[in-house]
């Protein structure tokens, strides 16, 4: 089964840092875009970034650039976002998701991330 | 990067026919025949109903359609079933390696 599991997500307080996972299985990452793509408690979707296959490339949305690394290694079939300087309005549920001709035909569960004191 | 614009609601009774726009601009739906669609039921991932347009996901069914006007898209539930109810997003390429997504409609099925 094609499958994506997140996992990483917890309770941080503003201006922590946490490192989210995404595991692959049943298919090869190798060769896929992946993103990251959250959704706060209430609202709606809000994509977040981006990895082309060979990492070369990578985007964010203009909310967290500066603060969010995505990052993948493909020989563990794994995809990452690093978050640092943490904020209220980063709390979501964070998918990551496989590309499929620029839209995302696979998700994971997702895991929650809480930025409070 | 704005979001895409959808309306918060739409409804229908059960058989009828329901249509949801999205709105964007020359540099995202308008630009790129890369709109997609996504079902979201409560505490659920979402759900690829529809990309490209107007290809539909392995297993979707056919009552579900997409297409595309200028910068607006549109998804059309026809027959409306009680599991259709659900919340619906669009989402476009953007460009330069981004993305956006609509804020969502949440469809009730009467």
């Known amino acids: 089964e094609v499958q994506l599991v997140e996992s990483g997500g917890g309770l941080v307080q503003p201006g922590g840092s946490l490192r989210l996972s995404c595991a692959a299985s049943?298919?090869?990452?190798?060769?896929?875009?992946m993103h990251w793509v959250r959704q706060a408690p209430g609202k709606g979707l809000l994509w977040v970034s981006q990895?082309?296959?060979?990492?070369?490339?990578?985007t964010y949305a203009d909310s967290v650039k500066g603060r969010f690394t995505i990052s993948r290694d493909d020989a563990k079939n794994m995809v990452y976002l690093q978050m640092n300087s943490l904020r209220a309005e980063d709390t979501a549920v964070y998918y990551c998701?496989?590309?499929?001709?620029?839209?995302?035909?696979?998700w994971g569960q997702g895991t929650l991330v809480t930025v409070s004191s | 990067q704005s979001a895409l614009t959808q309306p918060p609601s739409a409804s229908g009774s059960p058989g009828q026919s329901v249509t949801i726009s999205c709105t964007g601009t020359?540099?995202?739906?308008?630009?790129?025949?890369?709109v997609s669609w996504y079902q979201q039921h409560p505490g659920k991932a979402p759900k690829l109903m529809i990309s490209?347009?107007?290809k539909r996901s392995s297993g979707v069914p056919d009552r579900f359609s997409g297409s595309k006007s200028g910068n607006t898209a549109s998804l059309t539930v026809s027959g409306l079933q009680a599991e259709d109810e659900a919340d619906y997003y669009c989402?476009?390429?953007?460009?330069?390696?981004?993305?956006?997504f609509g804020g969502g409609t949440k469809l009730t099925v009467l």
């Open positions: 998701a496989r590309d499929f001709a620029y839209s995302s035909d696979v």
């Open positions: 049943g298919f090869t990452l190798r060769g896929y875009w």
């Open positions: 990895i082309h296959s060979d990492g070369s490339t990578t």
């Open positions: 020359s540099s995202d739906v308008g630009g790129y025949n890369y």
């Open positions: 490209e347009v107007s």
């Open positions: 989402y476009s390429y953007a460009g330069s390696n981004n993305w956006v």
